[in-house]
């Protein structure tokens, strides 16, 4: 019987309308730094939020169910557990029947995870560890469990203790197709132009989720034997900076309000000019 991850605490159960609402499993995204749930936007059958380079950030799962579930977290393409190349059939979190958690950074053991930030492409964890090709999409693979007509006597042994995920090594450079491409000598008018500020409709560099400081986290393992072997739903939420979601379209551009001619702008009558 393979043994997964509980969380060993949950957060309150009150949260705000979810970036993705699944039948079994409610994903948002919340902004450690500000507090503030990211709002989710519509676009061509997807869910996006805007991230703030640099803000910490965590994903809070509610179970919609009266019944425990599986829920197996991706962040850019790697499991947030393990740190293995992301697949359903991998370790997660069991929440209880209609538990509400946050799941803010990769898990560095039982009771230590490394905190999810918001970065750029180049510095993500993916990125730094080779695998840049996913980067900027939050899934969850949801899991039914099996009923049990009968349990083990005991918790099995746990096979992924050993598994969590590395920290990058100091001054690892990030691989040649992570990120924007490395910059070409150029001429001095060449490089003033670089240097310009970039106006809003342009996009800029795509973000990330670093491997941040270190925080407690308490977890245990538990048993868990899903019902089927493919997941019974999976939620996903794509991300990037404001500025590149507008870019893309995604969130409509502010539009400048012209100044109307007011009837009374004063209130007397000053004397004319010259």
Request: charged share 20%; with cysteine.
């Amino acid at each position: 019987m393979k043994t997964l991850l509980s969380l060993a605490v949950c957060a309150a159960l009150s949260v705000s309308a979810a970036a993705q609402a699944g039948a079994l499993v409610d994903v948002t995204v919340v902004d450690r730094d500000t507090g503030a749930t990211l709002p989710a936007y519509a676009h061509d059958g997807k869910f996006y939020i805007a991230g703030t380079p640099g803000h910490r950030y965590g994903v809070r799962l509610t179970n919609r169910t009266g019944m425990r579930v599986l829920a197996v977290l991706s962040v850019d393409g790697v499991n947030a557990i393990s740190g293995e190349t992301a697949s359903p059939d991998q370790s997660g979190y069991v929440l209880d029947g209609y538990q509400s958690t946050h799941v803010d950074g990769w898990r560095k053991s039982m009771s230590e995870i490394a905190q999810f930030n918001f970065t750029n492409l180049g510095n993500s964890y993916a990125a730094r560890t080779g695998r840049p090709d996913n980067v900027g999409v939050i899934g969850v693979a949801v899991f039914r469990e099996k009923p049990l007509f009968w349990r083990e006597g005991r918790i099995a042994e746990a096979p992924l203790g050993d598994r969590y995920p590395p920290a990058p090594a100091a001054g690892m450079p990030a691989p040649k197709d992570a990120g924007a491409e490395r910059a070409k000598p150029e001429s001095a008018p060449a490089m003033a132009q670089a240097m310009r500020p970039v106006p809003a409709s342009q996009p800029e560099e795509s973000l990330g989720t670093g491997h941040g400081a270190r925080e407690r986290s308490e977890v245990r393992y538990t048993q868990f034997v899903r019902a089927s072997a493919s997941p019974d739903e999976v939620d996903s939420i794509w991300y990037d900076s404001r500025r590149n979601l507008v870019a893309r379209g995604v969130i409509p551009a502010p539009r400048p309000i012209a100044r109307e001619p007011q009837p009374f702008p004063n209130g007397f009558v000053p004397d004319p000019a010259g």
